[in-house]
């Protein structure tokens, strides 16, 4: 098992800075890319960015060149930088794992809200 814990969100006003961490534990040497999805009510989960082992990243096109996913393997801690937030960046942020045989681990989620 992979256990997942978010941390860092919070009340920012628009076109702030926010930081997120999700520290890992457990059986990590199973996870291979590593996640973060948001959601708003009403609406599916979504993919915001992702990280592979080799630290390959890939992001939703809304968040491109705002956000930033990083990974400390030392500290077994996922983060996400958030730049220039936007009122419609507003959602809880799950942290998830995938392992090599395609287990998906997930957190409890993060409240992010951004105010004008």
């Known amino acids: 098992q992979v256990q997942l814990v978010e941390s860092g969100g919070g009340l920012v006003q628009a076109g702030g800075s926010l930081r997120l961490s999700c520290a890992a534990s457990g059986f990590i040497f199973r996870i291979n890319t590593l996640n973060w999805y948001r959601q708003v009510p009403g609406k599916e989960r979504e993919l915001v960015a992702t990280i592979t082992r080799d630290s390959n990243t890939h992001y939703e096109d809304s968040v491109k060149g705002r956000f930033t996913i990083s990974r400390d393997n030392a500290k077994n801690t996922l983060f996400l930088q958030m730049n220039e937030v936007k009122l419609e960046d507003t959602a809880v942020y799950y942290c998830?794992?995938?392992?090599?045989?395609?287990?998906?681990?997930w957190g409890q989620g993060t409240q992010v809200t951004v105010s004008s």
């Open positions: 998830n794992a995938v392992s090599f045989g395609g287990s998906a681990y």
